[in-house]
C-alpha cells in the first residue's frame, strides 16, 4: 500500500475499507461540494456506487488514466477528503489534470495544499509527468490560494469550460511544471 506522508495528513489510493467513509464525507458536504461540482445523480450518494467507485479507481490507475487518493489525517486516520490526477497523457505531452475536495469541516488548515504538493510529487516523482494543470471557478478563491501555495502559476480563463449546476462555468487554469525531466 503506497502512502505518501505529509506533516498533518497522507494521501493513499482508496481501498474498498474506505467506501463507508467516503458516502459519509459526500453526504456531510453534499451541499458544499455542489457549488464547485458538476450535478450528480440519485445514485451518487450510495455504498454500491462508492463502492463502484472505488473499484473503477483502481481500474484506472492500472491503465494509467488516473491516480485517485484519499486525504487522511496523521493523527487518526479520518478521511476528509480526496485528491486525484485524470486526463493522464503520455507521449510528448506527459500531463495531467488536479482535481480535488476537502471536507468542509476541515478546510483552512493547510491541508489540501499539502494533499496537492504530495499529489504533485507523485505526478512528478513516479510517474515522470513533465506537466500538471488545473482549473478553478472564478468564486472559488481558496481553491485558488491552495494551488497558489502548493507552487502552481496562473495560465488564462477557461471560458465556458465546465458545466456545473446546468451553467457553464469559466475556470482559472493553472497549471506547475516539473524541474525533473
Known amino acids: 500500500m503506497m502512502e505518501l506522508i505529509g ?8 481501498e474498498d ?23 450528480f445523480g440519485n445514485d451518487f450518494y450510495t455504498l454500491d ?9 483502481a481500474q484506472q490507475r492500472l491503465a494509467d488514466q488516473q491516480y485517485t487518493f484519499g486525504i487522511f489525517l496523521k493523527e487518526t486516520g479520518t478521511l476528509v477528503g480526496d485528491v486525484s490526477l485524470a486526463r493522464i497523457v ?15 469541516q476541515y478546510n483552512g488548515r493547510g ?21 500538471v494543470e488545473a482549473g478553478v471557478m472564478l468564486r472559488n478563491i481558496g481553491s485558488m490560494r491552495v494551488l497558489e501555495k502548493a507552487g502552481f ?29
Open 7 to 14: 506533516k498533518k495528513i497522507f494521501i493513499r489510493f482508496f
Open 17 to 39: 475499507k474506505d467506501a463507508l467513509a467516503l458516502l459519509d464525507m459526500q453526504l456531510r458536504n453534499s451541499d458544499f461540494f455542489q457549488q464547485y461540482a458538476p450535478t
Open 49 to 57: 456506487a462508492k463502492q463502484q467507485y472505488i473499484s473503477n479507481c
Open 90 to 104: 503520455r507521449g510528448p505531452l506527459q500531463r495531467g489534470l488536479l482535481g480535488y475536495s476537502l471536507d468542509q
Open 111 to 131: 491541508y489540501a495544499t499539502e494533499a496537492v504538493s504530495l499529489a504533485v510529487q507523485f505526478a512528478f516523482d513516479n510517474l515522470k509527468l513533465h506537466r
Open 153 to 181: 502559476h496562473k495560465e488564462g480563463i477557461e471560458q465556458k469550460g465546465v458545466k456545473i449546476n446546468g451553467q457553464w462555468e469559466d475556470h482559472q487554469m493553472f497549471a506547475i511544471i516539473s524541474n525533473r525531466n
